[in-house]
């Protein structure tokens, strides 16, 4: 599959780093940006690269060349002006098949096969990586489709992006799950694009974004799907940002976040621990956060590990809260956290109950499943999902059963804090990692 880089951007945010290159030439830990970006591609056999080039581009072409050096092969489009962020992808010659998009501001370490594999079996016309980050309120979100399935026990995540929500639309309560600028594009796409062009007797534009004039109008075709992900990603717009990935470089967070690797991961109980335990929670209203939680949420982001929400909600089966319902309260708690800095990277919970007898209950959700707490199905699914290594992982909640299906998955640790108790959460988090770095 060939790869094209836009390496054309100034940076002008963070040109109090480094002004006298472009944006992806800037060093990062004695690296360009642009060069910690080639060597993830070649690792994962991504060997075939377009570099697309304006500002200062004759810095890029001099250092990388041929890309031989590298063990890569580097060709070049040159922007003799702006063509926005998507004009290069129709005039860069033999684009005919699938191709990964991505920005050379962006340090990231991802394991690209995944996503290819993601990309085939979905069959998209674009395949968009998406990513929990501590800043959603202002980047632009990916909101995509949920059925219910199986006779209604599962609400089952297609992965098909049905909106995109940018910051200057933002209200309501929304799924921390940010675009990355990182894309597969099939050349459908682009025909479908100048399609409607030709459709309505416009003259194809010189300068072309690729959000705004090609992903968001073709949402509507059901073809275009969005790939999540907790490796690290993170915008080289800002100085400090810049300093952070820095700092993430040197303590080994970056290599460790790819999923070729095995994951550390800190698995938390949601009522009790993170939002005070009212009962059965089954509405927006009654969801309020602990306090500390969300700081103690940031300390896990820190720390390399994953943070990963492990919940049972009977309230599904007892008929007290639908499937809808509960994914808003979890955009509500993610919303809560990210207004903090905070992020969870998955939620899994268990909707079943094995007692009948309520009335409005759910015949079907009434089973001896293998998922509800103490058992460790929610554990184990969440280690097969993410490559979790559970003997160097962590269970935190505020009840036996949160302890038991920790140690029935196999955690290294299980920690038993009070519930609804402030701080709780924060101390806890605080002194395990004191304990990790001692």
């Known amino acids: 599959m060939k790869v094209v880089i836009m390496a054309g951007g100034k940076g002008t945010r963070i040109a109090s780093v480094r002004n006298d290159v472009p944006k992806p030439m800037i060093e990062v830990s004695g690296k360009p940006i642009l060069q910690w970006q080639i060597e993830n591609l070649r690792d994962c056999g991504l060997t075939d690269i377009i570099l697309v080039v304006g500002h200062l581009g004759d810095k890029i072409k001099s250092y990388f060349e041929d890309g031989g050096k590298f063990n890569v092969e580097i060709s070049y489009f040159t922007e003799e002006h702006p063509l926005g962020t998507a004009g290069a992808l129709f005039r860069i010659p033999n684009?005919?098949?699938?191709?990964?998009?991505?920005?050379?501001?962006?340090?990231?370490?991802?394991?690209?096969?995944?996503?290819?594999?993601?990309?085939?079996?979905?069959?998209?016309?674009?395949?968009?990586?998406?990513?929990?980050?501590?800043?959603?309120?202002?980047?632009?979100?990916?909101?995509t489709e949920q059925t219910v399935v199986v006779g209604g026990r599962f609400l089952k995540e297609t992965h098909r992006v049905t909106a995109w929500i940018v910051k200057e639309d933002r209200h309501g309560y929304y799924k921390n799950r940010v675009n990355a600028g990182i894309e597969i594009i099939s050349?459908?796409?682009?025909?479908?694009?100048?399609?409607?062009?030709?459709?309505?007797?416009?003259?194809?534009?010189?300068?072309?974004?690729?959000?705004?004039?090609?992903?968001?109008?073709?949402?509507?075709?059901?073809?275009?799907?969005?790939?999540?992900?907790?490796?690290?990603?993170?915008?080289?717009?800002?100085?400090?940002?810049?300093?952070?990935?820095?700092?993430?470089?040197?303590?080994?967070?970056?290599?460790?976040?790819?999923?070729?690797?095995?994951?550390?991961?800190?698995?938390?109980?949601?009522?009790?621990?993170?939002?005070?335990?009212?009962?059965?929670?089954?509405?927006?209203?009654?969801?309020?956060?602990?306090?500390?939680?969300?700081?103690?949420?940031?300390?896990?982001?820190?720390?390399?590990?994953?943070?990963?929400?492990?919940?049972?909600?009977?309230?599904?089966?007892?008929?007290?809260?639908?499937?809808?319902?509960l994914d808003e309260i979890h955009n509500k708690l993610e919303t809560l956290l990210g207004y903090e800095g905070a992020f969870v990277d998955a939620i899994y919970y268990c909707p079943h109950h094995p007692d009948k007898g309520f009335e409005g209950e759910h015949i079907e959700l009434k089973v001896d499943c293998d998922c509800r707490k103490p058992k460790p199905g929610l554990l184990l699914r969440a280690a097969h999902d993410l490559n979790i290594d559970l003997s160097q992982s962590v269970m935190i909640g505020d009840s036996q059963q949160d302890i038991e299906a920790g140690r029935n998955a196999g955690c290294k640790k299980t920690l038993l804090i009070e519930t609804n108790k402030p701080s709780a959460l924060l101390k806890c988090v605080s002194n395990l990692f004191r304990e990790t770095e001692e």
């Open 95 to 143: 684009l005919n098949e699938d191709f990964l998009l991505m920005c050379g501001d962006v340090m990231i370490d991802i394991d690209f096969n995944r996503f290819i594999q993601f990309h085939h079996e979905h069959s998209s016309w674009a395949s968009l990586i998406s990513h929990p980050n501590g800043h959603p309120h202002d980047s632009s979100i990916l909101v």
């Open 187 to 325: 050349p459908y796409l682009l025909h479908a694009v100048r399609e409607k062009y030709a459709a309505s007797r416009q003259k194809f534009p010189e300068r072309i974004d690729l959000d705004r004039d090609v992903l968001c109008p073709n949402i509507d075709s059901g073809k275009i799907f969005a790939y999540d992900t907790p490796e690290y990603i993170k915008d080289m717009g800002t100085p400090e940002r810049f300093r952070e990935t820095e700092t993430d470089i040197l303590e080994g967070k970056v290599a460790s976040r790819n999923l070729r690797n095995k994951q550390k991961a800190v698995f938390l109980d949601r009522d009790g621990t993170i939002n005070k335990h009212i009962g059965f929670l089954n509405s927006l209203d009654q969801l309020e956060l602990i306090s500390g939680a969300a700081e103690a949420i940031r300390i896990i982001n820190k720390s390399g590990y994953l943070a990963v929400i492990v919940s049972n909600q009977p309230v599904i089966a007892r008929g007290e809260c639908t499937f809808e319902e």
